[in-house]
């Protein structure tokens, strides 16, 4: 590992300052990843601004009726409170199946938003990669990709964001709240917060340089009874998905009032299925309707060399998903 | 450290240095405490093949404690290969940093040695390489065409193979796929090596002591005598730590060019690119019966890699020359040199791997023939070795799959594939028959007595090592049971070449050999005492013989070796595995749900650690079919599972229930003892029994290990299947 400072400041505005004094920096939520990608080599930041202990860890409510995640509070305490498991279940059980519970335990809600892909190219400095090194290449555009994206694509970077915590808040609709060195902070839509690759795969999300994430905002609560989240993976804890889906579903005298559905695994940010939410709104939840909206929502998908089996699994995981999501009402 | 007041063998005891491994008071080879000890970090090559042409280390020289960077330039020179290709055994030797020349991405290209570990690493990323880069072989496809025939022995054939499918009423050919896999023992090889006017001493973790001290001896070109190997605890090995590995002799280098000890730890990345690997196996078999179930042919043609400089095949096709009975039959091994590391042997070398295969096939030759494939194994049973025409010392492969048959509740199998459901799940049984070698080796020991107010301590000394699987445990009862004396009272010291010698741990000849040789040590004592004082022991007891003839210590050593019995018998460990799965209908994923293995396997010295070691061996074997497997990248060669978040080893929460039956057995013909190995017998023949329960669940027959969900949903249901 290269040498690097470390500073643990007491107020985010301390934090903040930090970073402009060096942007080499680097802000550590509960280091899961970027310890990891450090002792790759692949991250290699001079100053590391501590930010975990920073006074933005509580659950609270907010004024469009909804809850408030703080940045720093651990995935654990997040997935297990009583006000996340009561009002926003599709997350509680979405954040459960990522990772181990020691993981959990670590990482922070922010940093799982900001987690970088597991595209093995990316890990290994010997490897071409535009994301690591713009320019270099993208060594799985042509290389080993069974894993890699669907949607979304481009031909400077095919990799897809690991997260399943950020597949929930795409189907749920979340915002998430900045602030940048100076003070101000912005809200932006949780589909705006992750970006596609397109020209600058380097770049993740449309997070500023230096900005720190405070806060998710959770709108008022949303499919309490009926909604799942499938996880398909190589073993049963402790993968990344495959292709996940999180779907919650409104019901209302038979017919669909309100749907959220947002899938996992297949492109460079949580992919919301905008297409298939549209068709089914206002129909009925019948398998013939999910399964009609699968297709819409696989209809634009781009395979490469190894993952034309995503397309089955993704229809396949929708209808799934759907069909659990439905069986969850007492 | 030992508390357990009871005598002998065969109860199920608690390990004897359990307390020691809970406390942290057992120490692994990195952990002894040496003075003065430097640190060595290895550096990788970052190209599959091509030649170094520039290196600095100039940057790396300038970190504060880096002591010194070696390279091929200023490596010692050591003894080279006197042949091309050599194959390589548990005692080769192994030339390092001797060339320029790269053979695989990942090979040890320079080490950094440093005042901390941590300075080592640092400096280490910091030499730079230049390379002159070839197009490497790195396409298993396009590299068939380099085939070749290892040794004269790679051949096997009995009968006519073409006459035995031509007399068939139903035939088979299919081919089956074993990927690349690596051992991951959870303790990580490691030296602590100190080179001294020629002598060596080193703290290393190895599975064979003798063998380890014979690679550094003549890698050096030193005399054996003045080389002292010390391994008391390891941390599993799963045969990566048969033999002295490139870090061994990187280390005595290193301690030799400073004149200080050195501490080289292999990394977890390093696992994969330093320590061997199990080759992928091509595997095609053909299948011959008649319809009553008969075999009349049996073929098995393995074609796998090795590297570009050294040779090492992994024997698939010795469980098909042996375990069932035909008259035709034909085994095959081929080997492609890739640029790629040297393969060795891993847990079950040849059966984990060629029992998948014809498991598979015995299982889809079944269905075509409209038998239970409990009868159809059951009907080609044999009680002589058809490939040596030796009897075997003892064989219960039936009685495996019978009584297993009954306990696994086998006859609510659905009959047809794919009718049983559970919800979104659809339910199957699965089944295999397995065989493992149950070698045996000549080993000695020592005990040493002592008469403490009317009681008797004994220690046993032996090389022996305990790799995790209760060797110290089994040798204290042996002494205990031959000296009529309670296990509390046993002390055991293993692994260090000063003591008498055995060939390590490895092929599931420890126990039977470990404890016959502790036995043969106990029972020269008891003689000697008894012709000492006239006594004997069965009326006296230990403590009148040794009060009688004013000893308060004594020492004897004994050797066991296999006899004649033994070599004029085929002696295999033998079982029977039962699966039930449930795969998901739509989504590529399957669970397995519980698992019932039998084994037939000699004396059982101590339940619990034997259960331990099939239980161990069933989850290994699960993981196979699970995810298990290191993905060699297309273009560079380099692996792209390269940690354990992405070479996938089963969590909890993929397996269920092990149940395990160990048939009562003593197998005489073996060994005075009765014992047989049981380290390797559970890995057998496992990921067919799921296999081919995924099939009978599905209609799906999976040939490619391991069944992931990406397979899995999009496979076809066999021609044939409703
Ligand atoms: C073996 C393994 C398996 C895993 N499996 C899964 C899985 O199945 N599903 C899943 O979703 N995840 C999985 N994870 C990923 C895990 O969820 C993330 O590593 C974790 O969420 C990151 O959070 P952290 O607080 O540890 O982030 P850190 O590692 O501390 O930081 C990650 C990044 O975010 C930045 N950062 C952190 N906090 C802030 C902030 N408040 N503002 C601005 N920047 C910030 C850091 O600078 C860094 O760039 C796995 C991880 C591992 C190691
Ligand atoms: S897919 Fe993206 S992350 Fe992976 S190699 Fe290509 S550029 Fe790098």
Redesign the interface.
């Known amino acids: 590992m290269r040498p690097f400072t470390y500073t643990q400041p007491k107020t985010i505005e301390e934090a903040l300052t930090a970073s402009v004094t060096n942007s080499d920096s680097k802000y550590l939520g509960g280091g899961t990843n970027l310890v990891d990608l450090m002792k790759e080599d692949v991250e290699r930041p001079s100053q590391i601004i501590e930010v975990a202990d920073l006074d933005f860890n509580t659950i609270t409510s907010n004024d469009t009726g909804g809850f408030t995640l703080g940045a720093m509070l651990s995935n654990s305490e997040t997935a297990n409170h009583p006000d996340i498991r009561k009002n926003y279940p599709l997350l509680s059980m979405a954040m459960l199946s990522a990772a181990t519970a020691q993981i959990r335990n670590m990482a922070t809600n922010g940093g799982n938003l900001l987690q970088r892909t597991r595209c093995p190219y990316f890990f290994e400095v010997s490897m071409p990669c535009n994301k690591r090194e713009p320019g270099s290449g993208c060594g799985a555009l042509e290389g080993a990709n069974s894993k890699h994206a669907i949607f979304g694509w481009s031909e400077s970077c095919v990799a897809t964001h690991p997260s399943d915590m950020c597949v929930a808040l795409a189907a749920l609709e979340a915002t998430v709240t900045l602030q940048k060195p100076g003070g101000t902070s912005r809200t932006i839509e949780f589909t705006d917060f992750h970006r596609l690759p397109g020209d600058q795969p380097e770049k993740d999300n449309t997070m500023l340089p230096g900005e720190i994430i405070t806060a998710i905002d959770l709108p008022s609560p949303k499919f309490q009874s009926n909604y799942h989240y499938l996880k398909i993976r190589e073993r049963s804890s402790y993968a990344f998905a495959l292709i996940s889906v999180a779907a919650g579903l409104q019901i209302s005298g038979g017919k669909i009032t309100d749907i959220g559905l947002a899938m996992g695994g297949v492109a460079h940010k949580p992919w919301k299925l905008i297409k298939a939410e549209a068709f089914l709104t206002g129909k009925m939840p019948t398998k013939a309707n999910f399964e009609q909206a699968a297709e819409l929502a696989l209809r634009d998908a781009k395979t490469l060399s190894d993952n034309e089996y995503k397309v089955t699994m993704g229809k396949k995981a929708i209808v799934r998903a759907l069909e659990q999501a439905l069986a969850k009402t007492a | 450290m030992n508390t357990d007041i009871s005598i002998g063998t065969g109860n199920p005891i608690d390990r004897v240095e359990g307390r020691l491994k809970v406390m942290g008071l057992a120490k692994y080879a990195s952990e002894f405490n040496v003075k003065n000890l430097a640190y060595a970090q290895g550096i990788n090559s ?1 190209i599959a093949k091509g030649t170094i042409t520039a290196i600095d280390t100039s940057e790396a020289e300038k970190q504060k404690g880096v002591i010194k960077v070696l390279t091929y330039k200023n490596a010692d020179k050591l003894k080279q290969y006197d042949e091309e290709l050599p194959a390589i055994s548990t005692s080769s030797i192994q030339p390092v940093l001797q060339s320029a020349d790269v053979h695989y991405y990942g090979e040890y290209v320079g080490l950094v040695i440093a005042e901390t570990f ?1 300075q080592a ?2 400096a280490a ?1 910091l030499v730079k390489y230049t390379y002159s880069e070839e197009k490497p072989d790195i396409d298993f496809d396009s590299s068939r065409a380099k085939a070749y025939r290892p040794t004269e022995k790679s051949d096997y054939s009995r009968g006519d193979i073409s006459q035995g499918l031509a007399e068939a009423d139903v035939t088979l050919e299919q081919i089956y796929n074993t990927p690349i896999e690596h051992h991951h023992p959870m303790e990580l090889h490691a030296i602590i090596a100190s080179w001294n006017n020629g002598n060596v001493e080193a703290y290393a973790s190895q599975q064979i002591i003798d063998d380890a001290t014979l690679t550094i001896a003549d890698t050096f070109q030193i005399e054996k005598k003045n080389v002292r190997v010390i391994a008391p605890f390891v941390g599993g090995g799963f045969g990566s730590k048969l033999h002295a590995k490139q870090h061994v002799i990187l280390g005595v280098m290193a301690s030799k060019q400073l004149g200080r000890p050195v501490q080289m730890t292999v990394t977890r990345n390093q696992m994969f690119t330093n320590t061997n690997l199990r080759q992928r196996n091509e595997q095609k078999i053909q299948v011959g019966a008649k319809s009553d179930g008969s075999l009349t042919a049996l073929s098995h043609d393995t074609l796998s890699h090795t590297s570009t400089y050294e040779e090492f095949q992994e024997s698939c096709g010795t469980v098909t020359k042996m375990l069932y009975k035909t008259p035709n039959n034909k085994v095959r091994h081929r080997l492609m040199p890739m640029n790629l590391q040297t393969p060795f042997a891993m847990r079950a070398p040849g059966e984990a791997t060629g029992s998948f295969a014809l498991e598979s096939a015995m299982d889809e030759m079944a269905w075509k023939l409209k038998m239970d494939p409990v009868d159809f194994r059951v009907k080609n049973d044999t009680q002589v070795d058809p490939s040596s025409d030796k009897p075997f010392s003892s064989r219960l492969l039936n009685e495996c799959l019978k009584i297993g048959a009954k306990e696994f509740g086998w006859e609510d199998r659905p009959q047809k594939p794919g009718t049983k459901e559970e919800g ?1 799940w659809l339910v199957g049984y699965g089944v295999s028959g397995a065989s493992r070698r149950a070698p045996y080796q000549k080993t000695s020991a020592k005990v040493i007595l002592e008469l403490k107010d009317s009681e008797v301590f004994a220690t046993i000394q032996m090389d022996a090592t305990d790799i995790g699987t209760g060797s110290y445990t089994i040798i204290a009862q042996t002494a205990s049971e031959y000296l009529n004396i309670p296990v509390a009272q046993v002390d055991v010291e293993l692994g260090d070449s000063d003591f008498p010698k055995t060939l390590g741990s490895g092929g599931s000849w420890g126990a039977a050999s470990f404890s016959n040789g502790a036995r043969a040590a106990c029972e020269n004592a008891i003689a000697s005492l008894e012709e000492k004082s006239g006594l004997k022991i069965a009326d006296a007891g230990l403590a009148k013989l040794m009060r009688s003839g004013n000893l308060t210590s004594f020492e004897a050593e004994g050797t066991a070796e296999p006899d004649e019995e033994f070599k004029n018998h085929s002696v295999f460990s033998f079982g029977a595995n039962f699966t039930e799965v449930w795969v998901d209908k ?4 399957f ?1 397995i749900k519980r698992m019932l293995n039998v084994a037939s396997c000699g004396k059982i010295l101590n339940p619990k650690t034997a259960f331990g070691q099939i239980i161990g061996g069933c989850v290994m074997g699960a993981g196979m079919v ?2 298990e497997q290191t ?1 060699v ?4 060669g ?1 692996f ?3 940690s354990f ?2 070479y ?1 080893v ?5 397996m269920a229930n092990i149940d395990v039956i160990f048939l009562p057995e003593e197998d005489k013909i073996a060994n005075k003892m009765g014992i047989k190995g049981v380290g390797e017998l559970g890995i057998t023949s496992v990921a067919a029994s799921i296999a081919n329960a995924i099939f009978n669940a599905t209609g799906k027959r999976m040939r490619d290990l391991p069944i ?4 899995l ?2 496979a076809e249901k066999e021609p044939g299947v409703a």
């Open positions: 970052t941590e690493q640092y990323s979104n739509d989504t590529g994923v669970r699970i995810a993905k990248e297309p273009n560079y380099n792209i599972t390269r978040a992405d996938h089963p969590v909890n929460l993929d992931t969900p990406e397979k949903i999009v």
